[in-house]
T-cell receptor, first 115, second 112 residues
Framework: DADVTQTPRNRITKTGKRIMLECSQTKGHDRMYWYRQDPGLGLRLIYYSFDVKDINKGEISDGYSVSRQAQAKFSLSLESAIPNQTALYFC??????????????FGPGTRLTVL | EDQVTQSPEALRLQEGESSSLNCSYTVSGLRGLFWYRQDPGKGPEFLFTLYSAGEEKEKERLKATLTKKESFLHITAPKPEDSATYLCAVQGVGTGRRALTFGSGTRLQVQP
């Protein structure tokens, strides 16, 4: 079984709809992240969480919200989806390491299309 | 603000033709530089972490090197299965900057 899972893997929705993307991990990591990937722009950070009570905005958090339900679960919500939120969304996890450097491990991604 | 620039954007090689991918970075205090491989429609797969200038790491046909301003991913005698997008990312110092800043990647195609 995959260490980091994302559901759904593909989603098509309409403008204005609320949608939730979910991420679960069995790696036992304390840190979790949400990124979006657009062609030519690379991966950009939306939100990150260092533990259940520590949630931080990334560089492109507008229009998104998150919930860290447990150490192993981190969900991303689009309250009112718009077409420019069409992208690939990735969840990642990492473990607090000595010296502060921690390698991130990514899930398989969710392809979201907003019509 | 941390910045990462990767070049070239795309690279086409013949099987066995060695080459290098470049990652130039700007960061005020480097905690780590990371290389990932990404296949189409999949999540990035971790390859290497480099921490300080002069460090090198190898894995099969890949070798990553690091200077104070850039990193190179050297691919020796590539095979078609090495075709993928290779991503570079940096992590800067400071509690609020533990997240990674990614470059836009280099798409590598290795032809048989």
């Amino acid at each position: 079984d995959a260490d980091v899972t994302q559901t759904p893997r593909n989603r098509i929705t309409k403008t204005g709809k609320r949608i939730m993307l979910e991420c679960s991990q069995t790696k036992g990591h304390d840190r979790m992240y949400w990124y979006r990937q657009d062609p030519g722009l690379g991966l950009r950070l939306i939100y990150y969480s260092f533990d259940v009570k520590d949630i931080n905005k990334g560089e492109i958090s507008d229009g998104y919200s998150v919930s860290r339900q447990a150490q192993a679960k981190f969900s991303l919500s689009l309250e009112s989806a718009i077409p420019n939120q069409t992208a690939l969304y990735f969840c990642a996890t990492s473990r607090t390491g000595s010296g502060g450097t921690d390698t991130q491990y990514f899930g398989p991604g969710t392809r979201l299309t907003v019509l | 603000e941390d910045q990462v620039t990767q070049s070239p954007e795309a690279l086409r090689l013949q099987e066995g033709e060695s080459s290098s991918l470049n990652c130039s970075y700007t960061v005020s205090g480097l905690r780590g530089l990371f290389w990932y491989r990404q296949d189409p429609g999949k999540g990035p797969e971790f390859l290497f972490t480099l921490y300080s200038a002069g460090e090198e790491k190898e894995k099969e046909r890949l070798k990553a090197t690091l200077t104070k301003k850039e990193s190179f991913l050297h691919i020796t005698a590539p095979k078609p299965e090495d075709s993928a997008t290779y991503l570079c990312a940096v992590q800067g110092v400071g509690t609020g900057r533990r997240a990674l800043t990614f470059g836009s990647g280099t798409r590598l195609q290795v032809q048989p």
